[in-house]
């Protein structure tokens, strides 16, 4: 059974950082991808970029390329996201989930709230 602990997010400016962490523990972790999800308050939950374990590509969706940033740490199970320039539109509560063979796995949810 994999699990997916994440860490970071918070309050923050408009303008400013955060850095989104999601670590896998649970057995050997090699999905075949890694994807940040965002829901915000009464709306459905959206896709935010993803990586590809096996060579790290990465995909955005168009409103946070150039601001946020995924990358992964294979000796570590973690994948970050890295989010530049934030903006109140980005307040939402963050979700990782990897995908094994027909699973897919979630993590707890994190809340970022980004103040104007």
């Known amino acids: 059974q994999v699990q997916l602990v994440q860490s970071g997010g918070g309050l923050v400016q408009a303008g400013g950082s955060l850095r989104l962490s999601c670590a896998a523990s649970g057995r050997t972790f090699s999905p075949y991808g890694v994807a940040w999800f965002r829901q915000a308050p009464g709306k459905e939950r959206e896709f935010v970029a993803r990586i590809t374990w096996s060579d790290g590509s990465s995909y955005y969706t168009d409103s946070v390329k150039g601001r946020f940033t995924i990358s992964k740490d294979n000796a570590k199970n973690t994948v970050n996201l890295q989010m530049n320039s934030l903006k109140p539109e980005d307040t939402a509560v963050y979700y990782c989930?990897?995908?094994?063979?027909?699973?897919?796995?979630w993590g707890q949810g994190s809340q970022v709230t980004v103040s104007s």
């Open positions: 989930a990897a995908g094994i063979g027909q699973n897919f796995y």
